[in-house]
């Protein structure tokens, strides 16, 4: 399995960015995927989820998750960025059914990872 995330780089404040997961390896749209980020000097933390049916969950009403089974890919809309939004963001896969898709012990497959860093 492999997880593809691409699309980070520097914006300024107020300003938008997609990211995009390529994901090879496993059935795709059996799969829960989500976005996670990771700032320096601080934990993994869960930023937006869509299930194997579509169900979304975001903690940023800024950030959209969508996904596009015919391209195996998951993206994250994120728009009105703000420097705190400045970190590593992840995309992740998970097979299991029932789990929150919040918890990062929950997913069985991590991408490298993208960087995303917003300007003052």
């Known amino acids: 399995v492999q997880l593809q995330a691409s699309g980070g780089g520097l914006v300024q404040a107020g300003g938008s960015l997609r990211l995009s997961c390529a994901a090879s390896?496993?059935?795709?749209?059996?799969?829960?995927m989500g976005w996670f980020r990771q700032a320096p000097g601080k934990e993994r933390e869960f930023v937006a989820a869509?299930?194997?049916?579509g169900g979304r969950d975001s903690v940023e009403g800024r950030f959209t998750i969508s996904r596009d089974n015919a391209k195996n890919t998951v993206y994250l809309q994120m728009n009105s960025l703000k420097p705190e939004d400045t970190a590593v963001y992840y995309c992740?896969?998970?097979?299991?059914?029932?789990?929150?898709?919040?918890?990062?012990?929950?997913?069985?497959?991590w991408g490298q990872g993208t960087l995303v860093t917003v300007s003052s």
């Open positions: 390896g496993l059935t795709f749209s059996r799969f829960n």
């Open positions: 869509v299930n194997w049916s």
């Open positions: 992740a896969a998970d097979r299991s059914i029932g789990s929150s898709l919040r918890k990062v012990y929950e997913y069985d497959y």
